[in-house]
């Protein structure tokens, strides 16, 4: 199932302009990582690059508007469990590579993980802020998405949130990546992590509860297909890290989606404008001049694909 999907954005990779190069799939055999440079995505989370007009960079990008299985999404008592733990190995190592993508911080690290039979193979991390998901219905200041792919090209996200710790507990891991965060702070730019020990890191995600779920992409082009595991639990994040890495990345957060399966928000805004529109383009010509805006909404609902059936 995930391979028939995704193969579709292999299909359409070549088509795709740069606005896409940078996604949160970037390393994968579908979005491949062009040796010595740093590809800065040309999508953004601000005005017209923004989430609500990324199907209007690109028409491969149309899932972001149409599609029905859209991800972040508020995970609630509808989103099971995953029915077993992963196993992970990461070796830990002296250093990797970290790079600005512009729409992400992004650390280029290897390691595989074993989920229901099928072994993944680590191509990257990156980071949003704040959270993308939100479990029920409360976000989290960060969230980690490590990106995974198998053998027959399936997706496999493992998704970490992080809040902030009064006492200044913190994941030792974030601070060991942003050792020279000084030295991306613009995009486009590269550098080294610090030694990176993924041990604790690995301990609570084989140990912590895991939501599992299928979605998409949270950045263009929004391609359905990818296997999301988010952990229940939040790591620990101390201030001072936050404001760091808040302070390069700014704002990369997607909007919530709509329950999987439901029309996407977006078709939904489109139709209920269109709804409107119509009703008080047929109005305009009427002789009735004083109509309450909630007459002509209730009025719209479901009356306005047909405006031969408007009758005030």
């Known amino acids: 199932m995930f391979h028939s999907t995704l ?5 359409t990779s070549a088509a ?19 040796e010595g440079k740093v590809e800065v995505g040309k999508f953004g989370y601000t ?7 990324w199907a209007g960079l690109d028409p ?11 991800s972040p999404i508020v995970i609630d008592e509808s989103v099971p469990k995953a029915k077993s733990a992963p196993k992970v ?81 913190t994941t030792e891991l974030l601070t060991s990546v942003i050792e020279n965060l000084s030295k991306v702070a613009e995009p486009g730019t590269s550098t080294t992590t610090g030694p990176l020990d993924f041990g604790p890191l690995i301990e609570a995600i084989e140990t912590r509860p895991l939501f599992q779920y299928s979605g998409s ?6 391609k359905e297909g ?38 996407n ?6 139709v209920h404008a269109q709804q409107q529109d119509g009703c008080r383009q047929s109005m305009a010509g009427s002789k009735m001049e004083m109509v309450s805006m909630e007459k002509v909404v209730n009025h719209c609902k479901g009356m306005c694909k047909d405006r031969s059936l408007h009758r005030w």
């Open 265 to 270: 928000l977006l078709t939904v805004a489109n």
């Open 47 to 53: 005005g017209l690059q923004g989430p609500l007009n």
């Open 89 to 169: 190995e990461i070796s830990n190592v002296e250093e990797a590579e970290f790079e600005n993508l512009g729409t992400t911080l992004e650390v280029v690290v290897k390691g595989k993980t074993t989920f229901e039979g099928t072994e993944f193979e680590l191509q990257q991390f990156h980071l949003h802020t704040p959270s993308e998901h939100r479990i029920n219905d409360e976000y989290f200041p960060l969230e980690m998405h490590m990106v995974h792919q198998a053998a027959d090209e399936s997706i496999a996200v493992i998704a970490i949130p992080f809040q902030l710790n009064e006492d200044g507990e």
């Open 217 to 222: 992409l949270t950045t263009p082009p929004c």
């Open 60 to 70: 491969a990008n149309s899932a972001c508007r149409s599609s029905k299985v859209q």
């Open 226 to 263: 990818l296997t999301f595991l988010v952990m229940e639990e939040p790591l620990a994040l101390d201030v001072k890290t936050y404001n760091a890495l808040k302070k390069v990345i700014k704002f990369n957060a997607r909007y919530s989606q709509n329950k999987l399966g439901e029309d």
């Open 7 to 11: 193969a579709l954005i292999l299909a």
């Open 16 to 34: 795709l302009s740069v606005s896409v190069s940078a996604n949160c799939i970037h390393g994968t055999s579908f979005f491949p990582r062009t």
